[in-house]
């Protein structure tokens, strides 16, 4: 099963940028969608963004579409999150998760991943 270590997480200012990374290991990763997912306090945990198996489709939650880019590098087996024009209410614990299936395509589900990093907090300040 592939594990996930997200970093980058932080205090930054609204209107600030930020880029998290999540690496993982084990071999499958070149071959399984990956997604960002973030849960605020109080909230339930959502779907940020993700990204197919080969980096060909990707797709954005409205709230972030325009302002967060997600990304793979297969060579390096990581997936990135830049995040820009940050607002406060994108404060939140943000996870990255691996799709269950191989050569999979983008979900929104969170029952679609079977793997999930630990998360990586996400201040934003006003």
């Known amino acids: 099963q592939v594990q996930l270590i997200e970093s980058g997480g932080g205090l930054v200012q609204a209107g600030g940028s930020r880029r998290l990374s999540c690496a993982a290991s084990g071999r499958t990763f070149n071959n399984k969608a990956m997604g960002w997912f973030r849960q605020a306090p109080g909230k339930e945990r959502e779907i940020v963004a993700s990204i197919s198996w080969n980096g060909g489709r990707i797709a954005y939650a409205d709230s972030v579409k325009g302002r967060f880019t997600i990304s793979r590098d297969n060579t390096k087996n990581t997936v990135y999150l830049q995040m820009n024009s940050l607002r406060p209410e994108d404060t939140a614990v943000y996870y990255c998760?691996?799709?269950?299936?191989?050569?999979?395509?983008?979900?929104?589900?969170?029952?679609?991943?079977?793997?999930w990093g630990q998360g990586t907090q996400v201040t934003v300040s006003s």
């Open positions: 998760a691996a799709n269950r299936l191989y050569f999979s395509g983008v979900d929104y589900s969170q029952n679609a991943y079977d793997a």
